[in-house]
């Protein structure tokens, strides 16, 4: 199998505070996440790449001292939203990248149930 | 740069019918993979199907299928025998050199 999952599914937080969000691979090591947001009936889009080991990658426009992420082990990376205000309010979506050179599986990302944040 | 455009942001099917999405891509890269995902009301993204770029061949899993023309950067995915459980949101997207690009995305509804 390739199992992601995610943690909390939800959260409520208030504005200033910070939140950590986990990612794991369950039966699978990725020595690569990727973090998402998700607006409601919009695509997804890639805030960073999290390689185990090294220094996240950051998309064009992400703050990185704001989502700060760790990807510590072949099957966690943490997305830490640090100081959240309202409009960080979102859906955040990990995938782990199942670098298993065999089909179905090779260069497939994995993604899991997603993270419902609500800063108040 | 990748792009990945998806022109139908919503469809409708009627249960038992066939519908298919479009999604078509541009990359200037010779190997890459494209996929399929499904993201129902959950907000799960599943991985529908996929197709390595040198395949000639169109992959197929169960009710789904795509028609894949490299040529024409075209990759789109058929669903037959429709049910009312494949009502979703659904994401075509390409990857390679590490990154995953995603369409826009197209509202599937299937009626009874």
């Known amino acids: 199998g390739a199992v992601v999952s995610q943690h909390p599914s939800w959260v409520i937080c208030k504005s200033g505070t910070s939140v950590k969000i986990e990612c794991r691979s369950l039966d699978f090591q990725a020595t690569t996440m990727f973090w998402y947001r998700q607006f409601p009936k919009q695509s997804l889009m890639l805030m960073a790449t999290?390689?185990?080991?090294?220094?996240?990658?950051?998309e064009q426009g992400v703050e990185k001292d704001k989502f700060l992420i760790n990807h510590a082990s072949l099957t966690l990376s943490t997305l830490t939203v640090t100081s959240a205000h309202p409009e960080d309010s979102s859906f955040y979506i990990c995938?782990?990248?199942?670098?298993?050179?065999?089909?179905?599986?090779?260069?497939?990302?994995?993604f899991g149930p997603g993270t419902r944040l609500t800063v108040l | 740069a990748q792009t990945v455009t998806q022109s139908q942001p919503e469809m409708s099917v009627q249960e038992a019918e066939t519908v298919t999405l479009s999604c078509t891509y541009d990359?200037?890269?010779?190997?890459?993979?494209l996929f399929w995902y499904k993201q129902p009301p959950s907000r799960q993204m599943i991985l529908v199907i996929r197709q390595e770029a040198y395949k000639q061949q169109n992959a197929t899993e169960n009710r789904f299928s795509v028609n894949f023309q490299k040529a024409a950067k075209s990759f789109s995915l058929k669903i037959s025998d429709s049910q009312l459980g494949d009502a979703a949101m659904y994401f075509c997207?390409?990857?390679?050199?590490?990154?995953?690009?995603f369409g826009d995305g197209t509202t599937l509804t299937v009626k009874p």
């Open positions: 997207a390409s990857h390679n050199a590490g990154k995953s690009t």
């Open positions: 990359t200037s890269e010779s190997d890459y993979y």
């Open positions: 999290s390689n185990e080991g090294s220094k996240a990658t950051y």
């Open positions: 995938s782990a990248r199942d670098l298993r050179p065999v089909p179905p599986h090779a260069d497939t990302q994995y």
